[in-house]
């Protein structure tokens, strides 16, 4: 949001805001209009109260570029709510209760979905207002975006000659790290292991032994491990070694060879991205256009402290 706002001036912190919108009477507390719809500076107050509680201090000038993006993003939340009021086509109460509980879903049970509520200082009204506006944003997308949306298969093509690197998965070798804390037993480790190879019965002969197993493209195995890997062959074990105050060796479990996703299996995999980009460059549009067309009147305060090139007329 910033590509539409630079700077509060202080005064947006600590002033009562009057509206200046070319009437006579003065309204109080009012940082904006949208359309004749008043946003309240309690509003923007409530928003920075809420995510920011917990945040290291911040200078003067960091305050007034949040303030402004939480400004700019109720204008763009009531242009929406607009949109959707114009056409008919707000959520209704139904979908609005089906999105709270999936959310709510997330945690194990409505006591500790209150307790991180409290914790966060986060109102359940306020909750709600958030799930209300996403929604809203959601409903857009669905129903204005969308169906703009066509993926041609020259498209799809197009975006896999041209990002072969995202469908090539390159050669990586899979390692099984040996942490050792008796240092007499290294020897005995690595015999147990040339006999059986086999980490189930190692872990069990050596319940002491951490074992832990990773995988890596063969060209970013990590510095600090090359001294064990140099010349090591597929279920070999290397030599045991001190290596950041940890006394540990290696085993090449397995080397899994290149994949390259042909363009079938990746096709839907392009086609989520083609219509990810794509709804991003339309709701783009979507909102030039209606901030260049929404009659947006500004706090006197604000007027010049805002960059409203994009925010259409400003009375």
């Not at 060209?219 to 064990?228: E, F």
Request: proline share 3%; with cysteine.
């Amino acid at each position: 949001m910033s590509i539409f706002l630079k700077k509060i001036s202080l005064c947006f912190l600590f002033s009562i805001f009057l509206i200046g919108c070319g009437t006579e009477k003065k309204e109080h507390g009012i940082v904006a209009k949208v359309n004749g719809e008043a946003i309240y500076f309690s509003d923007v107050q409530e928003r920075y109260d809420s995510q920011n509680i917990f945040d290291d201090p911040k200078t003067l000038e960091e305050v007034e570029e949040i303030y402004a993006d939480y400004t700019l993003d109720l204008i763009i939340h009531t242009l929406i709510r607009q949109e959707l009021e114009k056409n008919n086509i707000l959520p209704e109460a139904k979908e609005l209760e089906d999105a709270e509980k999936f959310l709510r879903s997330n945690y194990p049970d409505e006591e500790t979905f209150n307790e991180i509520c409290l914790e966060e200082y986060i109102t359940l009204e306020n909750w709600r207002k958030q799930v209300s506006l996403q929604l809203n944003k959601s409903k857009l997308v669905e129903k204005f975006i969308l169906p703009q949306i066509k993926v041609a298969y020259a498209d799809a093509e197009n975006y896999y000659k041209n990002n072969m690197q995202e469908f090539v998965f390159a050669e990586k070798y899979e390692y099984a790290f040996l942490y050792n804390t008796s240092q007499e037993d290294k020897t005995k480790i690595r015999r147990a292991w040339q006999r059986n190879k086999n980490l189930a019965q190692l872990k069990e002969k050596f319940p002491k032994l951490d074992i832990f197993i990773s995988k890596y493209p063969k060209d970013l195995i990590p510095a600090s491990l090359t001294r064990l890997t140099k010349n090591l062959k597929l279920t070999e074990i290397s030599e045991f070694k001190t290596i950041d105050g940890r006394n540990q060796a290696l085993i090449l479990l397995k080397i899994h060879p290149q994949v390259i996703i042909t363009p079938v299996e990746a096709y839907p995999l392009i086609e989520e991205a083609i219509i990810e980009q794509e709804t991003l460059d339309k709701y783009e549009i979507w909102l030039d256009t209606a901030l260049k067309s929404a009659d947006i009147e500004i706090s006197d305060l604000l007027k010049n402290t805002f960059s409203f090139t994009h925010l259409g007329r400003n009375k």
